[in-house]
């Protein structure tokens, strides 16, 4: 079969990995794809959100399934452009994929229909908003409505900070048109959960949970990133946790997107917080994890490619889903200065035979060189989580580029819960 993988990060590269090992596959292509991703798929000069060119490319080479992966071109329709011209798609069609691409409509949907979250107001107007933070808790949470690159979220811990955040992406237009609404929410806390899950709009199959570690800097500390590094499984996840979940939020969201006339297919990603109160939803994603997709997928032990063609057809519930039982890590090396200003184009030497997926480089004469903030992401898997973060920073060492930076502390918070 003939596969195409929209997108150029390490998310897609991960996919492409994993799509690789099937033995269905003969050809895939990347659209843009990266530098690093070349070694694995060919790669198309055509954007991910171009989706005319997208289609005209699916429909010349006669693709046999699209893996549409990242949030903007889901968000622009890219599933539906390709589903017209009959190339069968993993993602959901726009209409779903606003779940992700409007945080109002998925505050409101979680309203409706009683899902767990944050308590929170919808502000369309700079000085009601202005006006609201006059009394509103202090720490809060403020949000822009549309994409922003998974930045469009500032934790506010003064009135001041929440106002400047709220001019920032109403007035200043820091986020373009995502921020003309914003969203300002009670600030929750506990241990945040990545749960992405399979869904074909009946049956909801969950993958191993992870945990995020999005700040720049050892300890936490530092600007809020696209993220570090991740672990699986997250050891605060436990069986009782998930089956609540499964109960009160991933069946339920499910149900509640059917009801609106949205059927969500494809990868829908549950932003978790473990609160006193239970389980909340922070956010959703409409798509695979950047990186949590990189620790996750290294651990399904199955066919990827036969997975997504069960969640395109509706028979999930035939599927073969299944996950070691191991541990995973992922650590991101960066450019130093990322996510703020940093230099590009050092040359990269990397082993060639580890789960390295690159994200921001491009190749020059035969050269791979550095040409993003993150860079790349080293995972490793063990039979304890403590074997898998130590082989992981194994193999980091034996990367190279200049500017590289890197958190020394991925999977720590975790490895302290699991003992506690």
Not at 108 to 114: A, E, G, H, V
Not at 189 to 209: A, H, K, N, R, Y
Request: some cysteine; overall charge negative.
């Amino acid at each position: 079969m003939k596969i195409m993988v929209v997108g150029g990060g390490g998310r897609e590269h991960a996919i492409i990995k994993k799509l690789k090992e099937s033995e269905k596959v003969s050809k895939i292509y990347a659209l843009p794809g990266n530098g690093g991703i070349a070694a694995d798929a060919e790669c198309v000069n055509i954007g991910a959100k171009d989706i005319d060119g997208i289609r005209d490319f699916a429909k010349q080479e006669k693709i046999d399934f699209a893996v549409v992966a990242p949030d903007d071109p889901l968000v622009l329709g890219a599933v539906d452009a390709l589903e017209e011209i009959g190339v069968p798609c993993f993602g959901p069609r726009a209409n779903a994929a606003i779940i992700e691409g409007s945080k109002v409509f998925s505050k409101n949907l979680m309203k409706k229909y009683n899902i767990p979250t944050a308590e929170y107001e919808v502000f369309s107007d700079l000085d009601e908003a202005l006006k609201y933070l006059e009394t509103a808790p202090i720490p809060t949470v403020i949000k822009a409505d549309g994409l922003a690159l998974g930045k469009g979220v500032i934790i506010a811990t003064t009135r001041d900070e929440a106002k400047e955040a709220v001019r920032s992406m109403m007035e200043d237009k820091i986020f373009g048109e995502s921020g003309n609404n914003v969203v300002i929410e009670e600030f929750l806390t506990g241990p945040e959960v990545s749960v992405l899950s399979f869904t074909d709009g009946e049956t909801v199959i969950p993958m191993v949970s992870s945990m995020d570690h999005k700040r720049a800097k050892d300890g936490d500390e530092g600007l809020n990133t696209g993220g570090m590094g991740t672990i699986a499984p997250n050891p605060y996840y436990t069986k009782a946790v998930a089956d609540e979940c499964m109960e009160k939020i991933f069946i339920p969201t499910i149900d509640a997107m059917n009801k609106e006339g949205r059927t969500f297919k494809g990868c829908l990603y549950f932003g978790l917080m473990l609160t006193e109160k239970g389980p909340k939803v922070i956010e959703y994603n409409c798509r695979f994890g950047d990186p949590e997709t990189q620790v996750v997928l290294p651990l399904l032990d199955g066919d990827l490619l036969e997975i997504m063609q069960h969640t395109a057809n509706g028979t999930l519930k035939d599927a073969k889903v299944k996950f070691k039982d191991m541990a995973a890590c992922c650590v991101v090396m960066a450019s130093n200065g990322y996510p703020q200003k940093y230099d590009s184009g050092f040359e990269i030497t990397m082993p060639t035979d580890k789960n390295i997926y690159v994200a921001g480089a491009k190749l020059e004469d035969g050269k791979l060189l550095t040409a993003g903030g993150r860079v790349l992401g080293v995972t490793e898997i063990g039979n304890s989580l403590k074997d898998a973060i130590g082989a992981a920073y194994e193999t980091v060492k034996t990367v190279k580029f200049s500017n590289a930076y890197y958190r020394h502390d991925i999977g720590q918070k975790a490895l302290a819960a699991e003992n506690a």
